[in-house]
Protein backbone atom coordinates (compact mmCIF):
# COMPACT_ATOMS: atom_id res chain seq x y z
CA UNK A 1 0.00 0.00 0.00
CA UNK A 2 2.73 2.17 1.10
CA UNK A 3 4.21 2.03 -2.40
CA UNK A 4 1.45 2.88 -4.44
CA UNK A 5 0.99 5.97 -2.11
CA UNK A 6 4.13 6.72 -3.76
CA UNK A 7 2.63 7.06 -6.90
CA UNK A 8 -0.35 8.74 -6.16
CA UNK A 9 -0.40 12.13 -8.18
CA UNK A 10 2.36 11.37 -10.72
CA UNK A 11 2.50 10.47 -13.66
CA UNK A 12 4.51 7.67 -13.48
CA UNK A 13 4.88 4.98 -11.34
CA UNK A 14 7.14 4.20 -9.04
CA UNK A 15 8.28 1.33 -11.01
CA UNK A 16 8.83 2.94 -14.01
CA UNK A 17 10.35 5.76 -12.56
CA UNK A 18 13.43 3.48 -10.51
CA UNK A 19 13.63 1.25 -13.48
CA UNK A 20 14.55 5.04 -15.82
CA UNK A 21 16.80 6.13 -12.78
CA UNK A 22 18.38 3.17 -12.59
CA UNK A 23 19.04 2.68 -16.49
CA UNK A 24 20.23 6.23 -17.19
CA UNK A 25 22.73 6.10 -14.67
CA UNK A 26 23.98 2.79 -14.91
CA UNK A 27 24.27 3.64 -18.90
CA UNK A 28 26.15 6.80 -18.07
CA UNK A 29 28.72 5.19 -15.84
CA UNK A 30 29.65 2.68 -18.90
CA UNK A 31 29.62 4.96 -21.30
CA UNK A 32 32.05 7.31 -19.16
CA UNK A 33 33.83 4.78 -16.82
CA UNK A 34 32.97 1.42 -18.22
CA UNK A 35 35.34 0.15 -15.68
CA UNK A 36 33.47 1.04 -13.28
CA UNK A 37 30.55 -1.20 -14.12
CA UNK A 38 32.59 -4.25 -14.36
CA UNK A 39 34.29 -4.16 -10.88
CA UNK A 40 31.07 -2.69 -9.08
CA UNK A 41 28.59 -4.92 -11.34
CA UNK A 42 29.90 -7.34 -13.52
CA UNK A 43 27.92 -6.05 -16.38
CA UNK A 44 25.12 -3.10 -16.88
CA UNK A 45 21.84 -4.97 -16.58
CA UNK A 46 23.01 -6.32 -12.96
CA UNK A 47 24.21 -2.46 -12.11
CA UNK A 48 20.18 -1.62 -13.00
CA UNK A 49 18.56 -4.26 -11.00
CA UNK A 50 20.92 -3.82 -7.62
CA UNK A 51 20.23 0.19 -7.96
CA UNK A 52 16.05 -0.46 -8.03
CA UNK A 53 16.98 -2.07 -4.93
CA UNK A 54 17.51 1.44 -3.19
CA UNK A 55 15.50 3.54 -5.49
CA UNK A 56 11.99 1.83 -4.48
CA UNK A 57 12.49 1.86 -0.49
CA UNK A 58 13.30 5.89 -0.72
CA UNK A 59 9.91 6.30 -2.18
CA UNK A 60 8.63 4.63 0.86
CA UNK A 61 10.77 6.61 3.31
CA UNK A 62 9.20 7.99 5.96
CA UNK A 63 9.39 12.64 5.76
CA UNK A 64 10.89 12.25 2.49
CA UNK A 65 10.52 14.39 -0.51
CA UNK A 66 11.01 11.78 -3.30
CA UNK A 67 8.34 11.13 -6.09
CA UNK A 68 8.45 9.02 -9.12
CA UNK A 69 7.99 12.16 -10.82
CA UNK A 70 11.09 14.04 -9.47
CA UNK A 71 13.37 10.80 -10.17
CA UNK A 72 11.94 10.43 -13.30
CA UNK A 73 12.76 14.04 -14.23
CA UNK A 74 16.33 13.27 -13.18
CA UNK A 75 16.61 9.82 -14.95
CA UNK A 76 15.85 12.43 -18.34
CA UNK A 77 18.47 14.80 -16.98
CA UNK A 78 21.38 12.25 -16.28
CA UNK A 79 19.96 10.58 -20.23
CA UNK A 80 21.96 13.96 -21.06
CA UNK A 81 24.92 14.36 -19.15
CA UNK A 82 27.86 15.11 -20.19
CA UNK A 83 31.07 13.01 -18.96
CA UNK A 84 32.89 15.59 -17.51
CA UNK A 85 29.87 16.41 -15.00
CA UNK A 86 30.02 12.94 -14.43
CA UNK A 87 33.61 13.37 -13.45
CA UNK A 88 33.81 17.03 -11.76
CA UNK A 89 30.65 15.61 -9.49
CA UNK A 90 28.41 18.57 -11.30
CA UNK A 91 24.92 16.92 -10.43
CA UNK A 92 21.69 17.89 -12.90
CA UNK A 93 20.01 20.33 -10.80
CA UNK A 94 16.65 17.95 -11.79
CA UNK A 95 18.54 15.16 -9.64
CA UNK A 96 19.24 17.70 -6.22
CA UNK A 97 17.02 16.38 -4.05
CA UNK A 98 13.87 18.75 -2.49
CA UNK A 99 13.90 19.37 1.04
CA UNK A 100 12.36 17.11 3.54
CA UNK A 101 11.18 17.16 6.29
CA UNK A 102 13.44 15.93 8.98
CA UNK A 103 15.73 18.79 10.49
CA UNK A 104 19.42 18.16 11.14
CA UNK A 105 20.43 15.86 13.39
CA UNK A 106 17.78 13.68 13.00
CA UNK A 107 18.31 9.78 11.67
CA UNK A 108 18.10 9.46 8.17
CA UNK A 109 18.41 6.35 5.30
CA UNK A 110 18.62 8.76 2.57
CA UNK A 111 19.53 12.46 1.15
CA UNK A 112 15.30 13.52 0.55
CA UNK A 113 14.50 12.86 3.60
CA UNK A 114 16.66 15.60 5.19
CA UNK A 115 15.68 19.41 4.93
CA UNK A 116 19.50 20.08 4.03
CA UNK A 117 19.59 17.59 1.40
CA UNK A 118 21.93 15.39 2.58
CA UNK A 119 21.61 12.17 4.43
CA UNK A 120 25.40 11.61 5.86
CA UNK A 121 26.59 8.13 6.10
CA UNK A 122 29.11 6.43 7.78
CA UNK A 123 31.49 4.20 6.11
CA UNK A 124 30.04 0.48 5.99
CA UNK A 125 26.17 1.70 7.27
CA UNK A 126 22.84 2.26 5.78
CA UNK A 127 21.57 4.56 8.44
CA UNK A 128 22.72 8.53 9.13
CA UNK A 129 22.20 11.50 10.43
CA UNK A 130 20.44 14.75 8.54
CA UNK A 131 23.75 17.55 7.89
CA UNK A 132 25.00 19.67 5.56
CA UNK A 133 27.24 19.17 2.67
CA UNK A 134 30.73 21.27 3.29
CA UNK A 135 31.96 24.07 1.48
CA UNK A 136 35.22 23.88 -0.23
CA UNK A 137 37.84 23.90 3.14
CA UNK A 138 35.66 21.87 5.17
CA UNK A 139 35.94 18.41 6.42
CA UNK A 140 34.96 14.92 4.82
CA UNK A 141 35.71 11.64 4.86
CA UNK A 142 34.10 11.02 1.05
CA UNK A 143 33.13 12.76 -1.63
CA UNK A 144 29.22 13.14 -0.74
CA UNK A 145 30.33 15.14 2.03
CA UNK A 146 31.26 17.67 0.01
CA UNK A 147 28.78 20.48 -2.22
CA UNK A 148 28.55 19.62 -5.94
CA UNK A 149 31.60 20.35 -8.26
CA UNK A 150 34.32 19.85 -4.76
CA UNK A 151 36.07 16.65 -4.08
CA UNK A 152 37.08 14.88 -0.61
CA UNK A 153 40.77 14.97 -1.13
CA UNK A 154 43.17 14.85 2.39
CA UNK A 155 39.96 14.76 4.74
CA UNK A 156 39.35 18.31 2.96
CA UNK A 157 36.22 19.22 0.26
CA UNK A 158 38.41 21.07 -2.59
CA UNK A 159 37.88 22.08 -6.04
CA UNK A 160 39.01 20.16 -9.14
CA UNK A 161 42.13 21.59 -10.52
CA UNK A 162 42.21 21.99 -14.52
CA UNK A 163 44.88 20.81 -16.93
CA UNK A 164 47.86 22.68 -16.28
CA UNK A 165 47.09 23.96 -12.54
CA UNK A 166 49.48 22.84 -10.24
CA UNK A 167 47.91 19.91 -7.64
CA UNK A 168 48.94 17.57 -5.25
CA UNK A 169 46.98 15.25 -2.57
CA UNK A 170 44.65 18.47 -1.59
CA UNK A 171 44.34 19.82 -4.79
CA UNK A 172 42.72 16.98 -7.35
CA UNK A 173 42.88 17.04 -10.68
CA UNK A 174 39.60 16.70 -12.32
CA UNK A 175 39.18 13.16 -14.15
CA UNK A 176 40.24 11.66 -16.53
CA UNK A 177 43.53 13.73 -15.90
CA UNK A 178 45.98 13.07 -13.73
CA UNK A 179 48.93 14.67 -11.46
CA UNK A 180 52.17 14.63 -12.71
CA UNK A 181 55.30 16.23 -11.35
CA UNK A 182 52.77 18.43 -9.26
CA UNK A 183 51.27 19.39 -12.54
CA UNK A 184 47.76 18.36 -14.02
CA UNK A 185 48.09 16.57 -17.42
CA UNK A 186 46.25 14.53 -19.70
CA UNK A 187 46.74 10.79 -19.09
CA UNK A 188 48.53 8.32 -21.05
CA UNK A 189 46.46 6.78 -23.95
CA UNK A 190 46.59 2.82 -24.18
CA UNK A 191 50.42 1.79 -25.59
CA UNK A 192 51.55 4.57 -24.63
CA UNK A 193 54.33 4.39 -21.71
CA UNK A 194 53.10 5.26 -18.41
CA UNK A 195 54.76 6.30 -15.22
CA UNK A 196 53.97 3.90 -12.10
CA UNK A 197 53.13 5.74 -8.78
CA UNK A 198 53.96 4.53 -5.48
CA UNK A 199 50.78 2.48 -4.21
CA UNK A 200 48.90 3.20 -6.96
CA UNK A 201 48.59 0.43 -10.26
CA UNK A 202 46.76 3.22 -12.61
CA UNK A 203 50.09 5.19 -12.64
CA UNK A 204 49.44 8.01 -15.25
CA UNK A 205 47.15 6.00 -17.27
CA UNK A 206 43.50 6.79 -18.32
CA UNK A 207 41.42 5.26 -15.15
CA UNK A 208 38.66 5.92 -16.68
CA UNK A 209 38.89 3.41 -19.87
CA UNK A 210 40.46 0.84 -17.19
CA UNK A 211 43.81 1.07 -18.43
CA UNK A 212 46.56 0.14 -15.45
CA UNK A 213 50.76 0.64 -15.65
CA UNK A 214 52.30 -2.95 -15.26
CA UNK A 215 55.42 -2.45 -13.29
CA UNK A 216 57.39 -4.79 -15.50
CA UNK A 217 56.28 -3.01 -18.97
CA UNK A 218 55.32 0.69 -17.87
CA UNK A 219 53.23 0.21 -20.99
CA UNK A 220 49.18 1.68 -20.46
CA UNK A 221 47.66 -1.82 -20.76
CA UNK A 222 43.98 -2.68 -20.20
CA UNK A 223 43.53 -4.24 -17.13
CA UNK A 224 41.94 -7.34 -17.37
CA UNK A 225 39.02 -8.49 -15.31
CA UNK A 226 38.15 -12.28 -13.27
CA UNK A 227 35.26 -14.01 -11.94
CA UNK A 228 34.58 -15.79 -8.72
CA UNK A 229 37.82 -18.66 -8.34
CA UNK A 230 40.37 -17.15 -10.87
CA UNK A 231 43.77 -15.98 -9.99
CA UNK A 232 43.85 -12.03 -9.75
CA UNK A 233 46.64 -9.55 -8.64
CA UNK A 234 49.65 -9.76 -10.63
CA UNK A 235 49.12 -12.74 -12.49
CA UNK A 236 52.40 -13.24 -15.54
CA UNK A 237 53.21 -9.86 -15.30
CA UNK A 238 49.61 -8.18 -15.69
CA UNK A 239 47.30 -6.81 -13.26
CA UNK A 240 43.50 -8.62 -13.00
CA UNK A 241 41.05 -7.44 -10.87
CA UNK A 242 38.04 -8.88 -9.45
CA UNK A 243 34.64 -8.47 -11.55
CA UNK A 244 30.97 -7.81 -9.89
CA UNK A 245 32.16 -6.73 -6.33
CA UNK A 246 34.20 -9.71 -5.79
CA UNK A 247 37.61 -9.58 -3.65
CA UNK A 248 41.06 -10.26 -4.75
CA UNK A 249 42.32 -12.43 -1.49
CA UNK A 250 46.34 -11.95 -1.89
CA UNK A 251 48.77 -14.04 -1.36
CA UNK A 252 51.79 -12.48 -1.91
CA UNK A 253 51.27 -10.48 -5.06
CA UNK A 254 49.03 -12.80 -6.73
CA UNK A 255 45.44 -14.31 -4.96
CA UNK A 256 41.96 -15.71 -5.94
CA UNK A 257 38.64 -13.82 -7.02
CA UNK A 258 35.95 -14.53 -3.77
CA UNK A 259 32.43 -13.79 -5.06
CA UNK A 260 30.51 -10.75 -3.37
CA UNK A 261 28.30 -12.37 -0.33
CA UNK A 262 24.89 -12.36 -1.04
CA UNK A 263 22.46 -9.75 0.63
CA UNK A 264 21.60 -10.90 4.11
CA UNK A 265 24.75 -13.54 4.07
CA UNK A 266 28.51 -12.84 5.91
CA UNK A 267 30.88 -10.49 5.04
CA UNK A 268 33.92 -8.71 5.76
CA UNK A 269 35.14 -5.04 4.62
CA UNK A 270 38.72 -6.03 5.27
CA UNK A 271 39.15 -9.48 4.09
CA UNK A 272 36.13 -10.29 2.18
CA UNK A 273 33.57 -11.28 0.54
CA UNK A 274 32.52 -7.92 -0.44
CA UNK A 275 28.72 -6.80 -0.64
CA UNK A 276 27.51 -5.69 -3.91
CA UNK A 277 25.76 -2.33 -3.79
CA UNK A 278 23.70 -0.98 -2.57
CA UNK A 279 24.33 -3.48 0.34
CA UNK A 280 26.75 -2.58 2.87
CA UNK A 281 28.57 -5.03 5.51
CA UNK A 282 27.06 -4.15 8.46
CA UNK A 283 27.88 -6.07 11.43
CA UNK A 284 29.39 -8.58 8.87
CA UNK A 285 26.40 -9.41 6.94
CA UNK A 286 25.33 -7.71 3.91
CA UNK A 287 22.41 -5.27 4.66
CA UNK A 288 20.36 -3.45 2.10
CA UNK A 289 19.50 0.15 2.38
CA UNK A 290 15.91 0.67 3.52
CA UNK A 291 15.24 4.36 5.04
CA UNK A 292 11.94 3.43 6.66
CA UNK A 293 14.30 1.26 9.29
CA UNK A 294 16.45 3.94 9.99
CA UNK A 295 13.88 6.07 12.04
Given at each position: ?????????????????????A?????????????????????????????????L???????????P??????????????????????????????????????????????????????????????????????????????Q?????????????????????????????????????????A??????????????????????????????????????????????N??????????H??????????????????????????????????????????????C?
Open positions: MALLAAGCGSSVSPDKACTDLAAFCTEVSNCAAPLITLGYGDVATCQTRLKLSCPSLMAPSTSATDKLDSCAMAVDGAMCDAVYTRNTPAACVPDPGKLANGNACGDDAQCSSKYCKKPANAVCGVCGDKAAAGGTCSVDDDCAQLKCANGACAAYVAVGGTCDASHPCAQPNVCKNGVCAVPQAGQTCTAMAGDFFGDCDQTKGLVCPPMTHVCTAAMFAAAGQPCGLVGALVACAAAGCKLTGLMGTCLAAAADGAACDATNGPDCMAPAQCVNAVCKLPNPAGM
